[in-house]
């Protein structure tokens, strides 16, 4: 997105009657006035009389033309915002936005909710920044835990500096690569003691707008936590991602089957909630193998001519016996949940993976997306002949969609 700090201008002013009196920037504007605008709900907009270029640059701000444009009142005067194509999509906004809790958030459960007015409308193929500071009171047993809900098929990496929940003295630094209720990171919590945690992340958009909302809750327990006034964020536009023709893809599994050593389903329940590998603790099956559908046909139509840049397999991880696991998997053209073990694939893959235990974890299969492009691959089979330590339990597509195993893809057409 071109933006006005291409032309060395990062907020442009206007007085409520009309132009700037000495035209000396690269370009010059002509408007009404507006008396609020809320970039999210878009409330109390005033749609004004028309814009005029003057000493037009070459690259106009976002292909702006002569038409309606907002203004926002602010502290020091007006502030171009950009204009209104539809009721609901802005077609020019301020690369740098801040947000901050005007009261207090009473955090009651364990519930996810919206943090807010802690969130951003996102545009397509964009790369953002994101931090800030975010006080709250949580005791030490419920703690607090934040996640991310925004547009399909982005691309994230974030955290939440602040205290973990194993030891007091520990920041936490693990990277969070996925987004969603299903994502989340706890932050520990220190009684009556208001703390506080940082935000920063770096979030891409690709082929989907939308709304980037922080969600917030406790961790555990009943006691009351506050997500405190005058928490904020800021994003800050980082410039395009990937180009219009690159896209990021999630394919979520559209089934999934435990089997006990002897290939039998085990039976609804543990059979299709979760799915097991080689003789876990507690267990009375054996050895045991699981596989799991994904929609093939659909990912072979997006992918087809297209250049595969990464591929990665997702599996909730709520058990192990062993870790680092030694991990083989088979492709197989098996397009239905079977009622017994199918003895069909090709083209496994070795990967040693350490396991979070709760948690997720993700391992590369670009090198065998061939199969499902080329070799019609319509599920994912792993048993105890192809797991050689890897004693686990993983979540199944019938447990629940937020912990359902998925393949992220993303490729350039």
């Known amino acids: 997105m071109t933006t006005p700090g291409a032309f060395s201008l990062t907020r442009l002013f206007i007085t409520p009657s009309a132009a ?39 690259v106009s701000p976002n292909g702006m033309s002569v038409g309606t444009v907002l203004l926002a009142k602010g502290p020091a005067g007006y502030i171009i915002m950009g204009n209104l194509g539809t009721s609901s999509a802005v077609t020019f906004i301020d690369p740098i936005r801040y947000r901050a809790l005007p009261g207090d958030i009473n955090l009651p459960s364990t519930t996810l909710i919206d943090a807010g007015i802690l969130n951003f409308l996102l545009n ?3 790369q953002y920044a994101i931090d800030g500071a975010l006080s ?13 809900t925004g547009p399909a098929n982005m691309a994230v990496k974030w955290n939440m500096h602040g205290l973990s929940n194993a030891t ?29 945690c940082h935000p920063k992340g770096w979030f891409a958009t690709t ?22 006034q005058g928490s904020w964020l800021r994003i800050s536009e980082l410039g395009p991602f990937g180009g219009a023709n690159t896209f990021i893809k999630v394919y979520t599994a559209t089934g999934s089957r435990s089997y006990d050593h002897n290939g039998n389903y085990i039976g609804a329940g543990d059979g299709d909630n979760n799915m097991y590998t080689w003789t876990l603790s507690g267990r009375p099956y054996g050895s045991e ?38 991990l ?19 083209g496994g893959a070795d990967i040693k993976n350490l396991w979070n235990v709760p948690g997720w974890a993700g391992f590369d299969i670009s090198s065998q997306m061939a199969n499902i492009v080329s070799n019609n691959a319509n599920s994912v089979l792993g048993g105890s002949y192809n797991f ?13 969609a937020s912990t359902r195993p998925y393949i992220q893809v993303t490729y350039s057409i």
């Not at 709250?136 to 991310?148: C, E, G, H, L, V």
């Not at 920041?171 to 690569?177: F, S, Y």
């Not at 050689?388 to 629940?400: L, Q």
């Open 20 to 58: 700037l009196p000495t035209p000396g920037l690269a370009q010059d504007w002509v408007g009404g006035l507006m008396t609020q605008w809320d970039a999210v709900s878009f409330a109390n907009t005033v749609q004004v009389g028309p814009v005029i270029y003057r000493n037009l640059p070459v």
């Open 124 to 126: 397509t193929n964009t």
């Open 136 to 148: 709250y009171i949580s005791t030490t047993s419920n703690d607090i835990r934040f996640a991310w």
């Open 168 to 196: 007091l003295n520990e920041i936490l630094t693990d990277v969070v690569t996925g987004y969603g209720d299903g994502s989340p990171q706890t932050i520990q919590g220190l009684g009556t003691t208001p703390t506080m």
């Open 207 to 228: 082929d989907t707008p939308g709304l980037l909302q922080l969600r917030v809750s406790l961790d555990s327990g009943t006691t009351a936590g506050t997500l405190q």
């Open 289 to 326: 193998s699981h596989m799991w559908t994904f929609p093939a046909a659909t990912m072979r139509a997006d992918l087809a001519g297209a250049t595969i840049l990464s591929a990665e397999m997702f599996l909730y991880c709520f058990a192990a016996s062993s870790s680092p696991a030694d």
């Open 328 to 346: 083989t998997y088979q492709w197989s053209t098996t397009a239905a949940i079977a009622g017994t073990f199918p003895n069909n694939g090709f």
């Open 388 to 400: 050689s330590d890897s004693a686990s339990g993983f979540r199944g597509f019938g447990f629940g």
